[in-house]
T-cell receptor, first 114, second 112 residues
Framework: DMKVTQMPRYLIKRMGENVLLECGQD?????MYWYRQDPGLGLQLIYI???????SEGDIPKGYRVSRKKREHFSLILDSAKTNQTSVYFC?????????????FGPGTRLTVL | GEQVEQRPPHLSVREGDSAIIICTYT??????FSWYKQEAGAGLQLLMS?????DRKEEQGLTVLLNKKDKRLSLNLTAAHPGDSAVYFC???????????FGSGTKLTVEP
């Protein structure tokens, strides 16, 4: 069953707290992504990972970091969360090369930073 | 970098009518074009995709048109039904296929 999972689905944190968002996929995809979705802005790429310990910044990496120690897991970390990081976060995965254009998305994590 | 504009942001049609969503992009080297559907509370699901050598593709009531001269991509849902109500995103990718650039989304409502 081809699936991308995200945990937790909903999270409320206070400003300054640390946040860990987890993503898993069972398709052995090399490439994984973290996006945030805000109203009227579509999806913005935060980080892309080409494989274990091979991560690159996307368009809006400031305030975020990632970790990928196993091919099937990709974590997004917010050290000292800010209120403007309130958003819906999506993880996605894809094959590499031409296959990277078809991405499989998780259900999203709705993060609220108070 | 690539800029993708999508319109309209909201679209309401009656069941059985057609719905058209348009995206424009800026990079003439864009090689891959796709449409995603996002239902309420869910992630995005790929609907259809075309490479730059395809002008038209039809599948199960959906038509994707690509006009490379005008850098315009459109999605036409013929005979829409309430189950088509969702947010639709276009996404384009440069020739290295590493990243997707998304439009801002169109919320489609199909009324019975």
């Amino acid at each position: 069953d081809m699936k991308v999972t995200q945990m937790p689905r909903y999270l409320i944190k206070r400003m300054g707290e640390n946040v860990l968002l987890e993503c898993g996929q069972d398709m052995s995809h090399e490439t994984m992504y973290w996006y945030r979705q805000d109203p009227g802005l579509g999806l913005q790429l935060i980080y892309i990972s080409y494989d274990v310990d091979s991560n690159s910044e996307g368009d809006i990496p400031k305030g975020y970091r990632v970790s990928r120690k196993k091919r099937e897991h990709f974590s997004l970390i917010l050290d000292s969360a800010k209120t403007n990081q309130t958003s819906v976060y999506f993880c996605a995965s894809s094959l590499s090369g031409l296959g990277a254009a078809e991405q499989f998305f998780g259900p999203g994590t709705r993060l609220t930073v108070l | 970098g690539e800029q993708v504009e999508q319109r309209p942001p909201h679209l309401s049609v009656r069941e059985g009518d057609s719905a058209i969503i348009i995206c424009t992009y800026t990079d003439s080297a864009t090689a891959y074009f796709s449409w995603y559907k996002q239902e309420a509370g869910a992630g995005l699901q790929l609907l259809m995709s075309v490479l730059s050598n395809v002008d038209r593709k039809e599948e199960q009531g959906l038509t994707v048109l690509l006009n490379k001269k005008d850098k315009r991509l459109s999605l036409n849902l013929t005979a829409a039904h309430p189950g088509d109500s969702a947010v639709y995103f276009c996404a384009v990718s440069p020739s290295n296929y590493n990243v997707l650039y998304f439009g801002s989304g169109t919320k489609l409502t199909v009324e019975p």
